[in-house]
């Protein structure tokens, strides 16, 4: 328990520094994703830069459909986090030992960021924002300054591997799925 409290907390400190710029907050339909998957995961979160840093770990389900969004991190087999989005709110459940650093937004943005279809994410972004695509590569940046990094290493995206460095942010997320029936 205290390993995830320590991957939680680094998510959140990581995320807390203070930045000149801060990443813009996603809060798409379920409904844009385009379909319903539900994911085993392993989650790997390595703060930037590492320095010999060892990742710290997380199993979660991510479940996605028409009509919400749902995430479930789990450590020791113990649930620490639920959160569920439908579009128009965002609500969560967290154990109590939770660093309240860790912040739903964040979840939500890097789950959209990751797995959304590119024109979706695109489309809500603010101003000056650009989300590109090159074969297996996704990038966000402002102003020309990219300022993440998502790699995916399988077909269909969130079959397999996808890697999302945040450079703002300073953290290293890698993010192993498997689609359960």
Same mark, same amino acid.
């Given at each position: 328990?205290?390993?995830?409290?320590?991957?939680? $907390? +680094? %998510?959140?400190?990581?995320?807390? #520094?203070?930045?000149?710029?801060?990443?813009?907050? @996603?809060?798409?339909? =379920?409904? *844009?994703?385009?379909?319903?998957?539900?994911?085993?995961?392993?989650?790997?979160?390595?703060?930037?830069?590492?320095?010999?840093?060892?990742?710290?770990?997380?199993?979660?389900?991510?479940?996605?459909?028409?009509?919400?969004?749902?995430?479930?991190?789990?450590?020791?087999?113990?649930?620490?986090?639920?959160?569920?989005?439908?579009?128009?709110?965002?609500?969560?459940?967290?154990? $109590? +030992? %939770?660093?309240?650093?860790?912040? #739903?937004?964040?979840?939500?943005?890097?789950?959209? @960021?990751?797995?959304? =279809?590119? *024109?979706?994410?695109?489309?809500?972004?603010?101003?000056?924002?650009?989300?590109?695509?090159?074969?297996?590569?996704?990038?966000?940046?402002?102003?020309?300054?990219?300022?993440?990094?998502?790699?995916?290493?399988?077909?269909?995206?969130?079959?397999?591997?996808?890697?999302?460095?945040?450079?703002?942010?300073?953290?290293?997320?890698?993010?192993?799925?498997?689609?359960?029936?």
């Amino acid at each position: 328990m205290r390993g995830l409290i320590a991957l939680l $907390a +680094l %998510l959140g400190g990581c995320a807390s #520094e203070a930045t000149k710029m801060n990443l813009p907050a @996603l809060h798409l339909a =379920p409904a *844009a994703f385009g379909g319903s998957v539900t994911l085993t995961q392993r989650l790997s979160v390595t703060p930037l830069p590492a320095g010999g840093a060892l990742p710290k770990n997380l199993d979660a389900l991510l479940e996605i459909d028409p009509e919400q969004v749902q995430l479930a991190g789990f450590a020791l087999g113990q649930r620490i986090l639920t959160i569920s989005w439908n579009g128009q709110s965002l609500t969560s459940n967290r154990h $109590a +030992l %939770l660093p309240k650093e860790v912040d #739903e937004q964040r979840v939500l943005r890097d789950v959209q @960021l990751v797995y959304w =279809p590119l *024109a979706a994410v695109q489309a809500a972004l603010p101003a000056g924002w650009v989300l590109s695509e090159e074969g297996n590569i996704r990038k966000l940046t402002l102003d020309q300054q990219n300022t993440i990094t998502v790699r995916y290493h399988a077909t269909p995206r969130w079959a397999g591997q996808a890697e999302l460095e945040n450079k703002l942010e300073h953290y290293r997320l890698v993010i192993d799925s498997k689609e359960t029936p």
